[in-house]
């Protein structure tokens, strides 16, 4: 008996603004995401509120996907991919956010795209926004912190579900929508949802009113997509990394639950359809004033998701004897009161590495949502070289995807979860969203691009190429 159910997703995914480049061609708008410097391990990305004279932004360029995706697709082909992972780039579509009419020639790009993966026998995953909103309304209307712009992206979902509905059907709404719950670290309420939190506003209840306007798009977009084609399937897409108490102290127990509540938050209302109680009760007693209308717990109810995708890549632990705030831990990129896990090494970016991580998540979100799951990222950002033999011998990454696919395997035999599919992520070398990097490359095709913008794009395979080609054909048993 095969480990993997005979219809499984396997796939690899990306993103629009982290691949396409072509950052201005053919009418695109600059997104939030075209005004992030490049960073560094430890060195964050800087936002700029416009495009400077001299500044090198690697998304313009990206890995120049806008040209080479032909090319591409005939190597995700020789892979065997059977799904592949892509976000609509709003900018494409609707430059500045709020026109009246789409941009025809960005839509084409996206019917050119998906007719060649359907012609190769690849359906595409679309995610309808990944980080990637019209800089415009992110700087004229405040981003999500403005209700208006719900209806500027409920405008941008439907066009791209009307127009793609007979070479779509498996969608997701916002990428890692719950990535914004680290509000102290400015560049995911950016690149969430185009809000910079002013020195009088508390950035705690900006995030949560954010928040609110994005369940809400979420929901309507999700209620207008089954209206056009009931046969859609219109899943969320939540960042999961359990956190995990640091020993036995009961303290230390409840301590990591009400941590993981910044994690359900988001699946709690987009599964339910309506707020946890949780949530409620510390709006009450921080005194926030989150403005929910009338109308808007049947907007929620209406709008559930079909699914849960998720990224999976790390655990943190917790410990209620290391008090640090909010504030200080993310200057470490941390949560608060984290501890590093002796059980566990990291990565060179200090992501820890924790494949039994991914089984304990299956088996919670399962539990939670009782709705088929989806693992739509995953994977190891390394340093990679070419080799004397003018190879790349990434072992490394196989051993990392291995661990986690013995895992996915155990929680879908053993523990009974309904698993859809599996995209890791970054199936080809991109730009690195948190460093901006080449250099942090995820891919099993590598590319010729490196930190300063110089390389000749040029595509070659890795070791891991020919081994996930090999899993995926043996439908997960060879690994
Ligand atoms: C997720 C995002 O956070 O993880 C991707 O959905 C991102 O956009 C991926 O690239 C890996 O993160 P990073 O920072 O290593 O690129």
């Not at 208006?148 to 990428?175: G, L």
């Not at 559930?304 to 790390?314: A, E, K, L, P, R």
């Not at 539990?367 to 950002?381: H, K, S």
């Amino acid at each position: 008996m095969s480990k993997f159910p005979k219809d499984f997703l396997w796939g690899g995914a990306v993103a629009a603004h982290q691949l396409e480049g072509g950052w201005l061609e053919d009418g695109k708008g600059p997104s939030v995401a075209d005004v992030l410097t490049a960073g560094a391990a430890g060195q964050p990305r800087e936002i700029h509120d416009e495009v400077r004279d001299g500044v090198y932004y690697p998304n313009h360029e990206a890995v120049d996907f806008y040209h080479h995706y032909k090319e591409d697709i005939q190597l995700f082909k020789e892979m065997g991919l059977k799904v592949f992972r892509t976000s609509i780039y709003w900018a494409r579509i609707f430059p500045n956010g709020d026109e009246k009419e789409p941009n025809e020639a960005g839509l084409q790009f996206y019917d050119d795209l998906f007719d060649e993966l359907l012609a190769n026998g690849i359906e595409p995953v679309i995610t309808l926004t990944h980080f990637e909103m019209p800089l415009h309304l992110a700087k004229t209307y405040g981003g999500f912190k403005n209700r208006k712009v719900v209806d500027f992206f409920v405008k941008f979902a439907e066009t791209v579900f009307e127009r793609y509905q007979d070479k779509v059907k498996y969608w997701m709404t916002f990428n890692e929508i719950n990535n914004m719950m680290d509000y102290t670290n400015p560049i995911f309420l950016w690149t969430n949802a185009g809000v910079t939190v002013e020195d009088d506003e508390n950035p705690e209840e900006v995030m949560y009113t954010a928040a609110h306007h994005l369940v809400l798009a979420s929901a309507l977009a999700v209620a207008k997509g089954k209206a056009i084609n009931p046969e859609f399937k219109i899943g969320n897409m939540i960042s999961h990394v359990p956190i995990y108490p640091n020993n036995a102290n009961p303290a230390n127990i409840m301590l990591s639950e009400e941590a993981m509540r910044l994690r359900y938050f988001f699946p709690d209302i987009q599964v339910r359809g309506y707020y946890p109680q949780y949530a409620l009760k510390h709006f009450e007693r921080e005194g926030f004033n989150i403005p929910i209308l009338e109308g808007d717990a049947e907007i929620l109810a209406n709008g559930t998701v079909d699914y849960i995708g998720f990224s999976y890549y790390m655990s943190n632990a917790v410990d209620i004897d290391n008090q640090t705030t909010h504030d200080e831990a993310n200057v470490h990129g941390q949560v608060p009161y984290q501890v590093e896990n002796e059980y566990l090494e990291s990565s060179d970016w200090g992501w820890t590495v924790d494949p039994m991580g991914l089984r304990i998540t299956l088996n919670r979100l399962w539990d939670r949502y009782q709705l088929p799951l989806f693992i739509v990222e995953n994977g190891l950002g390394a340093y990679d070289e070419i080799s004397a033999d003018g190879q790349i011998h990434d072992d490394y990454r196989m051993d990392y995807m291995t661990k986690h696919i013995e895992q996915m395997a155990i929680a879908v035999n053993y523990d009974g979860v309904q698993l859809m599919g599996y995209t890791p992520w970054g199936i080809i070398d991109l730009v690195s969203f948190t460093s901006g990097q080449m250099s942090k490359r995820y891919g099993m095709i590598y590319v010729d691009r490196d930190d300063k913008g110089q390389g000749s794009f040029k595509r070659m395979k890795k070791d891991s190429f020919a081994w996930y080609q090999k899993v995926i054909a043996t439908n997960g048993e060879d690994l």
